[in-house]
């Protein structure tokens, strides 16, 4: 199978608030007003959760159904700490990311514990958005000039 591109292109609205798009859907991603924004969408870390929210539910499905599980209904809570130490440049003594992610993985099914100890297994095994919080991902950040047009 040949890779898939995904892609978001944006642009800072305010000092904590960022418009996106993503295919033909907009993104607003703005921080409470704790935080200096005005709170006109989710912030960065919370748009991280609910992608891993969304990721583990297409997978889960799929999976379901691939294994035979039937699945009534399924409600996942996620949750993670932040020291903003690193953040506000208060200190470097703890990571800036979260320190812990928690999935609170509640399925509505008539499957046995060992049937969904397995499911949880190939569900983290093929969501990319776990690979990818699990693994360290190559990145790449890239200076690119804008040139002025007169």
Request: charged share 25%; hydrophobic share 40%.
């Amino acid at each position: 199978m040949s890779d898939l591109t995904f892609k978001i292109e944006g642009e800072a609205q305010t000092a904590a608030r960022f418009s996106a798009n993503a295919r033909q859907f907009k993104l607003v991603i703005d921080e409470p007003p704790a935080l200096g924004g005005d709170d006109l969408g989710a912030n960065p870390v919370e748009y991280l959760l609910a992608s891993y929210a969304g990721c583990v539910n297409v997978v889960a499905h799929l999976t379901a159904r691939e294994l035979g599980i039937e699945l009534e209904k399924l409600k996942i809570e996620i949750k993670g700490n932040i020291n903003p130490a690193r953040l506000f440049g208060k200190s470097d003594n703890e990571r800036a990311g979260f320190k812990n992610i928690d999935v609170a993985f509640s399925p509505t099914t008539n499957a046995s514990t060992e049937q969904i100890e397995n499911w949880i297994s190939a569900i983290k095994n093929r969501c990319p958005i776990n690979d990818n919080l699990a693994n360290p991902t190559p990145l790449s950040f890239n200076f690119v000039q804008e040139l002025e047009t007169v």
